[in-house]
């Protein structure tokens, strides 16, 4: 079956612009991550969702970043007034049930974030 | 909090040779450990994972086996190919739901 997909792949904006992110989930999973990667390190955790509830935030770097799971299924990550020090990659990743600490993560091949 | 300390890449070697890549990890508890690879222009897959100390995860000819005792989780095959080249990921999971990864180390394996 489809796994996770991420749009778009590759992102260029200027400093100031807002971006939106989109992260299709593995259909019937309940669990949604987004996570960070900076060049040359490992991702880090921004937030999680359980099915429409963003149950976790305390990862987003500033109250520019917002995320959205409006029906439990595609989720949206949003930067307002991109800065150059955004630019990374953005991971999502889902799994199947309630998170707890053993499930596997199902990961899409990140969205680009370039901020000239 | 949470840690993980991976080997510094990239490790170089030549088709057939055995390969380690050392982890270490700090954690309160008892946490899942896992071992991801993300090969060029893909998203991370998991290669293997274990959920109590002893066990033994396996994978595609890879293995790590959780050390309790020296809070370890290194990863290791016998025998590599080229296509083996890419990024790996040590991670784990403990306490809460919120995965901690290491920084990654690069294999890059020449014929």
């Known amino acids: 079956g489809a796994g996770v997909s991420q749009s778009p792949r590759y992102k260029v904006a200027k400093r100031g612009q807002d971006v939106a992110l989109r992260c299709d989930p593995i259909?019937?999973?309940?669990?949604l991550f987004w996570y960070q990667q900076a060049l040359g390190q490992g991702p880090e955790f921004l937030t999680y969702?359980?099915?429409?509830?963003?149950?976790?935030k305390s990862g987003l770097p500033s109250d520019r970043f917002f995320a959205e799971r409006p029906e439990g299924s595609v989720s949206t990550l949003k930067i307002q007034r991109t800065q150059q020090e955004d630019s990374a990659v953005y991971l999502c990743?889902?799994?199947?049930?309630?998170?707890?600490?053993?499930?596997?993560?199902?990961f899409g091949p990140g969205t680009r974030l370039t901020v000239l | 909090g949470n840690s993980v300390t991976q080997m510094e890449g990239p490790v170089t070697l030549s088709e057939e040779a055995f390969l380690t890549i050392n982890c270490t990890y700090t954690a309160t508890g008892y946490p899942s450990l896992f071992w991801y690879v993300q090969y060029p222009g893909e998203g991370l897959q998991l290669l293997l994972k274990?959920?109590?100390?002893?066990d033994k995860g396996s994978n595609k000819g890879f293995e790590a086996t959780y050390r309790k005792e020296t809070t370890s989780f290194h990863l290791e095959k016998g025998s590599v190919q080229v296509s083996d080249s890419a990024v790996y990921f040590c991670a784990l999971s403990g306490g809460s739901y919120i995965p901690t990864f290491g920084r990654g180390t690069s294999l890059i394996v020449h014929p």
């Open positions: 969702f359980q099915n429409e509830a963003q149950l976790d």
């Open positions: 259909s019937g999973h309940v669990s």
């Open positions: 274990a959920t109590k100390a002893d």
């Open positions: 990743a889902s799994s199947l049930v309630r998170n707890d600490g053993t499930d596997t993560q199902y």
